[in-house]
């Protein structure tokens, strides 16, 4: 299957609802991510990157997501209705001809950690790239945050390797990325582990 550019379309599950990252989003997001630990563990560059300040977030925001990709902001579903935003995740750094494409700058609110909105929002983003047609979808971590490397890791992204001095964080340190990928191949497999996980949040309530 040749892989094809993803549409920049709505992503609805049980639990949340993925739309188009916008700018006029941004006021929600800076309220569900702009604290210390959404930072602590690398995300926009770790600590020394997040702007508590919803101007200084907008304009930092502006330079930091992928817009010329596909940005999505995460939506609690709540009765089937849209409700607050509480994360974003992106698919960038698309290459058609390689079928390869990145998931990553994905961050929630610390409010949601441990439920079912990173599960179901890999699910569908995954679903996402590998309906498009794409062979392989990579993840990347900063080989420091041993949060983000788990949870990759029990999302089923195998470990490929460390670039090493990959990125300037936002405090003058050079990051080494550690990087997995799930191929095409394995996305059943990864699936059936989400949907069980999943299957296991069922019936919860998330504020």
Not at 59 to 84: E, I, S
Not at 86 to 107: I, Y
Not at 123 to 133: C, I, K, Q
């Amino acid at each position: 299957m040749t892989a094809v550019r993803p549409a920049s379309s709505l992503l609805t599950g049980q639990t949340v609802h993925l739309e188009p990252l916008t700018p006029e989003l941004l006021p929600d997001l800076h309220r569900a991510i702009a604290v210390p630990e959404a930072f602590a563990g690398g995300y926009g560059g770790g600590p020394a990157g997040l702007r508590s300040d919803p101007d200084a977030f907008a304009a930092w925001a502006k330079t930091y997501y992928r817009w010329d990709a596909l940005p999505f902001a995460v939506r609690l579903l709540q009765d089937g209705a849209p409700g607050a935003v509480v994360g974003t995740s992106t698919l960038a750094d698309v290459d058609l001809k390689n079928e390869t494409v990145q998931l990553g700058w994905t961050a929630y609110s610390p409010s949601v950690w441990g439920t079912a909105v990173n599960a179901e929002s890999k699910l569908l983003l995954l679903g996402h790239a590998f309906d498009a047609g794409f062979g392989r979808v990579s993840l990347q971590a900063d080989s420091r945050n041993a949060r983000s490397r788990a949870a990759i890791e029990k999302l089923g992204g195998v470990f490929e390797g460390v670039l090493r001095r990959d990125r300037l964080r936002a405090d003058g340190t050079w990051r080494d990325t550690a990087v997995y990928s799930i191929l095409a191949t394995e996305w059943p497999e990864v699936r059936a582990g989400l949907r069980g996980r999943l299957g296991r949040f069922s019936g919860e309530h998330i504020l």
